[in-house]
């Protein structure tokens, strides 16, 4: 089956409780505008996720979280569990964003368990691939995303239905810099053809793969059209409802 297109926001470190009415308005222009053909999903902060998802209960927008622990319960001061993000409703958890990688040293081993953990609790995991600045100019993206973020993220019970990937080059990430079209639609054949390879063709080529890295309203139609893009993954232009939603224009 062709993937499902998905528009997703990370709210990363930003937002308050008065932020609920950016989702507010988000909601009204998802629910009352042009109908769009993709699922919307915004992950806040981990403190704002119970009252998000109250806020946009029966409406059109999805909640997640930003991240979890591989454990359900235990010593594990600031953390917080799958289970946990289900029990409140939330329906995806974003795993292996590259800011965790970076900033928690998280391997893709970890990433993979985290992934694991969240399909445990019947939630959707996002999980996050993307290469850096120096590895792209050494020529090592297809090497560094596909045959080690990739093949060693990925948990073996992955399923379209469960998992989604997002493509996301670092160097592009909160920079205002993006791909060219074809690469971007290079590294997202590849991801395909890996996924195919690994998983079967029916199964691989079910999988949707977002690309993340500075998406603005003014380049998403042109990179959403780009060959094996089936969404967004979206940082800073998913904070104003006006940006996010011309954003999900692409798929209207
Ligand atoms: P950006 O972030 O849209 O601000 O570049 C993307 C991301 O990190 O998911």
């Not at 045959?147 to 992955?158: G, I, K, M, R």
């Amino acid at each position: 089956m062709a993937p499902r297109s998905l528009v997703a926001g990370n709210w990363k470190m930003n937002g308050v409780k008065s932020s609920v009415s950016e989702l507010e308005a988000l909601i009204q222009m998802v629910n009352d505008g042009d109908k769009a053909d993709c699922d919307v999903l915004i992950c806040p902060p981990a403190t704002l996720v119970d009252r998000f998802v109250g806020v946009a209960d029966g409406s059109l927008v999805n909640i997640g979280a930003q991240d979890c622990h591989t454990n359900t319960s235990g010593a594990h001061t600031g953390d917080i569990a799958a289970n946990m993000v289900a029990d409140l409703g939330a329906g995806y958890i974003i795993v292996g964003h590259s800011e965790r990688r970076a900033d928690h040293g998280e391997t893709s081993d970890l990433v993979n368990n985290k992934a694991e953990a969240v399909l445990t609790e019947n939630l959707t995991a996002i999980i996050c691939v993307g290469e850096t600045e120096a590895e792209r100019k050494a020529g090592d993206t297809l090497k560094v995303v596909v045959a080690d973020q990739l093949a060693n993220s990925v948990p073996e019970s992955a399923t379209p239905e469960n998992t989604i990937i997002a493509y996301e080059p670092v160097w592009a990430i909160g920079t205002g810099l993006t791909p060219t079209v074809d690469d971007v639609a290079e590294v997202h054949t590849a991801i395909r053809a890996a996924l195919v390879e690994r998983f079967g063709d029916g199964v691989g080529n079910g999988f949707a793969i977002l690309y993340g890295g500075s998406v603005k309203p003014t380049n998403a139609k042109e990179l959403m059209a780009a060959d094996n893009v089936n969404g967004a993954l979206v940082g800073g232009a998913s904070l104003k409802a006006t940006d996010f939603n011309g954003i999900i224009d692409a798929y209207r």
